[in-house]
């Protein structure tokens, strides 16, 4: 089970950390992600880790925004997020996968946090 939490609202510019937990075995769990989904769009990958060899991925939108980072394995995972803007509001959700790379299953989804940015 994978649980967020820490969104909210905030001002243009502003900063938010997002943290997910996970409950109990996933068996081949080797990469964490966090995506995200606006009203009336498609849920898009905003960044995930390997949880192995700590290998982090980015999506171009966010790139120098935010930092995804793990802990305890893999079991928490965090997403900070800095000079937030207007695009970046929507319900952002915490996945765990098989893998990182190409052909990566994604095996849980937690159950969203919103993240409204003014």
């Known amino acids: 089970q994978l649980v967020e939490s820490g969104g909210g609202s905030v001002q243009a510019g502003g900063s938010l950390r997002l943290s997910c937990t996970l409950s109990?075995?996933?068996?081949?769990?080797?990469?964490m992600g966090w995506f995200r989904q606006a009203p009336g769009k498609e849920r898009e990958e905003v960044a995930k880790i390997d949880t192995f060899i700590e290998a982090t991925f980015y999506a171009d939108s966010v790139k120098g925004r935010f930092t995804i980072s793990q802990a305890d394995y893999g079991n928490r995972v965090a997403l900070e997020m800095n000079n937030l803007r207007a695009e970046d509001t929507a319900t952002y959700y915490c996945?765990?996968?098989?893998?990182?790379?190409?052909?990566?299953?994604?095996?849980?989804w937690g159950q969203g946090t919103q993240v409204t940015v003014s």
């Open positions: 996945a765990a996968g098989t893998s990182c790379g190409h052909g990566g299953q994604w095996l849980a």
């Open positions: 109990g075995n996933l068996y081949n769990r080797n990469c």
